[in-house]
């Protein structure tokens, strides 16, 4: 059986994990979501279980945020190279092929990306135009798709950029 090489840093063409300030605020802003359905979920608890008085909308708020942390997380996934991956071909492939794999990778999952974010940024359209709102707290689902899209185009944003990363580092890769 024949072991997989080391892997060293230079040997992954992926971008760096932090995407600077907008990362850190997205990232901020994922951990406020997080803390808010915490805490939503704590008082709806406390409010159902001892005083008999549920926190109104406490669902919903926690599917909304849900949805959002999610999406959020998917640019901050994506650039910290967080994705699940399956390489056969590792072990027998040069650096540079493997790069040039990676960056192929890349922007096919960047298509798939601006396509998931057109598409959702179509059914938010169609949403806001039928009015459709959430049923206790009367929040736009057209404006919560929208949200949704754009943090899926910022995820494509993400996959094009690690693409270029990946197609420089098989420019500098030997031709072994």
Same mark, same amino acid.
């Given at each position: *059986?024949?072991?997989?090489?080391?892997?060293?840093? %230079?040997?992954?063409?992926?971008?760096?994990?932090?995407?600077?300030?907008?990362?850190?605020?997205l990232s901020l802003a994922a951990g406020l979501m997080i803390a808010a359905m915490?805490?939503?979920?704590?008082?709806?608890?406390?409010?159902?279980?001892? !005083?008999?008085?549920?926190?109104?909308?406490?669902?919903?708020?926690?599917? /909304?945020?849900?949805?959002?942390?999610?999406?959020?997380? $998917?640019? !901050?996934?994506?650039?910290?190279?967080?994705?699940?991956?399956? %390489?056969?071909l590792e072990t027998v492939l040069t650096s540079?092929?493997?790069?040039?794999?990676? $960056?192929?990778?890349?922007?096919?999952?960047?298509? $798939?990306?601006?396509?998931?974010?057109? &598409?959702?940024?179509?059914?938010?359209?169609?949403?806001? %135009?039928?009015?459709?709102?959430? *049923?206790?707290?009367?929040?736009?689902?057209?404006?919560?798709?929208? /949200? $949704?899209?754009? !943090? *899926?185009?910022?995820?494509?944003?993400?996959?094009?950029?690690?693409?270029?990363?990946?197609? &420089?580092?098989? *420019?500098?890769?030997?031709?072994?």
């Amino acid at each position: *059986m024949t072991e997989a090489p080391a892997e060293t840093p %230079n040997d992954r063409a992926v971008p760096p994990a932090s995407l600077g300030r907008p990362g850190r605020i997205l990232s901020l802003a994922a951990g406020l979501m997080i803390a808010a359905m915490m805490f939503v979920t704590t008082i709806d608890v406390v409010g159902r279980y001892f !005083l008999n008085h549920p926190l109104f909308g406490a669902f919903e708020i926690t599917e /909304i945020l849900m949805g959002l942390v999610i999406f959020a997380g $998917m640019p !901050l996934a994506t650039a910290a190279r967080e994705h699940i991956t399956v %390489n056969f071909l590792e072990t027998v492939l040069t650096s540079r092929r493997r790069a040039f794999q990676t $960056m192929i990778t890349d922007l096919i999952s960047a298509a $798939m990306s601006a396509v998931f974010a057109w &598409r959702i940024f179509e059914r938010g359209v169609a949403l806001a %135009n039928s009015g459709e709102k959430t *049923m206790e707290l009367g929040v736009s689902r057209g404006l919560i798709a929208w /949200i $949704m899209a754009g !943090l *899926m185009a910022v995820t494509a944003l993400v996959f094009i950029y690690a693409a270029v990363v990946a197609a &420089r580092a098989a *420019m500098r890769s030997d031709r072994s």
